[in-house]
């Protein structure tokens, strides 16, 4: 039977011990690793506790919960709890994805819907004061999502992104790489590579210093804040809380090799700079930074991806990760290797039920006015 141990948390060292112990029998994604949760727990603000599932005293099972009370819509009060989030949309631009509760290797598939079951059946009001509506499940794959569906909670899928990447295991140079994507997109790389190997030899840098990684990183962040300012988007580099953030992580990662910062070069010419987390034999593109150019023949952000992914190819790694979400220069790179979802699991209550029915209501009348036909996710 498993057995659910909820204490509050704080800092980082209450849960250090387990959470290496657990990552030692699992499979964690980079941002189930120590690193990336203990960069969270130490800079990010939250009410939070560590959940610790147990089955004949072995532990099986761990993940952070944040409390959140919100009022939806600026009327419909929640309370929420946010796995390895805040449930704080501007603390949670970080952006979390292949998230999930640590898990066993050694356990049955079945683990993850029962520590649902059991996260139901959890009275919260002894340690936040109240009653959860809402599990917040963010980035967590198939297995999440079914474990999710087999319980006896509602289940709301907010977004489903599928995952790129370009494999690399059997590439051996930049052409075998290129090979692997479409004609058209192959020619049109090929001409822009030669207009940029124009200004000199084209070359992947990587920080050989914690100081020359930070200094990558600024010049990153500075490139990313004025190319989305300029499509009028707030670029999450425009927020301090993000930027000290991540500079606590390249201190905490860059020594252990789990954080690259790479500078491309077009002779003695920087043209974009890229933030990846290296973990498993993944290299995952988390933030880039591209200079303008001049020349609208010149596809620099793609050049950029393909000239990282053949670096990392030489390195021994198995794929580039593009990561999750619908991007043009995604498809045109790499393929879809899975898919994740953002998930809220809700314990059965009146006001969220209403919110649901209103929320498909909607949806149809907006349908009806577009002559659409309802997607799979609205089915």
Known sequence: MLQLVVDRVGAAAEVARDWLELQARSSPSFFQSWTWIETWLDNVPADRVAVRACRDGRLVALGILAHRPIRRRGIIPVNLLSLQETGDPDLDRLAVEYNGFLID??????????????????RATPTFGAEWDELVLPGVDESW????????????????????????????????????????????????????????????????????????????????????????????????????????????????????????????????????????????????????????????????????????????????????????????????????????????RLKLRIETALRSAKRRVDQRRSGSRPSNSAR
């Not at 290797?105 to 959890?122: H, K, T």
């Not at 880039?288 to 000239?307: E, Q, S, W, Y």
């Open 105 to 122: 290797r050694y356990e049955s598939p079945d683990l993850p819907a029962s520590l649902l079951r059991a996260l139901a059946d959890w």
């Open 145 to 348: 999502l079914a474990a999710a569906r087999a319980g006896s909670l509602a289940v709301e899928v907010d977004r489903s992104d599928p995952a790129f990447g370009m494999p690399l295991d059997a590439a051996t140079d930049r052409e075998s790489l290129l090979a692997r994507i479409s004609a058209n997109s192959r020619g049109q790389l090929r001409r822009s590579l030669r207009r940029l190997a124009a200004a000199g030899p084209l070359a992947v840098d990587a920080a050989a210093t914690l100081a020359s990684a930070n200094e990558g990183f600024d010049r990153l962040a500075a490139l990313n804040a004025r190319r989305w300012s300029g499509a009028g988007i707030d670029s999450a580099f425009g927020s301090e809380s993000f930027r000290a953030f991540h500079r606590a992580l390249i201190a905490r990662a860059w020594p252990r090799r789990e954080v690259d910062v790479l500078t491309v070069r077009a002779g003695e010419t920087p043209i974009g700079y890229m933030y990846n987390f290296l973990w498993g034999g993944i290299a995952h593109s988390y933030a880039t930074g591209f200079a303008p150019v001049d020349d609208a023949r010149i596809k620099a952000g793609m050049n950029c991806h393909v000239l990282c992914a053949e670096h990392y190819a030489r390195a021994g790694f198995r794929l580039y990760d593009l990561m999750a979400g619908e991007a043009r220069f995604k498809r045109s790179l790499g393929i879809e290797h899975t898919t994740l979802h953002w998930l809220r699991v809700q314990r059965p």
